[in-house]
């Protein structure tokens, strides 16, 4: 199982980016989809999911209003929009995949890829 993540960079306060995460080696339309992120020197936090379908999502505290989570299953691939961007949001980004929806702790995700970093300048 490969999870390919990308789009991540350098971006001002306030801004977007696009997140994409590519998924091979599983079926897919079989996972929830998840994205984590993990600040220099914190613990990987829960950012959103997304059911197999992509009918429901959910979403962490912090993010929630500001990122939306999304899959487009012909491409095997979930996306994370970010607006409203903070320098709190730093940190390096995860995708993973769950059996399961509406799990949020990193430990129950099956399949975890290498992260893309994402960096917000005040």
């Known amino acids: 199982v490969q999870l390919q993540a990308s789009g991540g960079g350098l971006v001002q306060a306030g801004g977007s980016l696009r997140l994409s995460c590519a998924a091979s080696?599983?079926?897919?339309?079989?996972?929830?989809m998840g994205w984590f992120r993990q600040a220099p020197g914190k613990e990987r936090e829960f950012v959103a999911a997304?059911?197999?379908?992509?009918?429901?999502?959910y979403y962490g505290d912090s993010v929630r209003g500001r990122f939306t989570i999304s899959r487009d299953n012909a491409k095997n691939t979930v996306y994370l929009q970010l607006s409203n961007l903070k320098p709190e949001d730093t940190a390096l980004y995860f995708c993973?995949?769950?059996?399961?929806?509406?799990?949020?702790?990193?430990?129950?995700?099956?399949?975890w890829g290498q992260g893309t970093k994402v960096t917000v300048s005040s």
């Open positions: 993973a995949a769950d059996r399961y929806f509406g799990r949020r702790r990193a430990e129950d995700y099956d399949y």
């Open positions: 080696g599983l079926t897919f339309i079989s996972y929830v």
């Open positions: 997304i059911s197999p379908s992509g009918t429901n999502d």
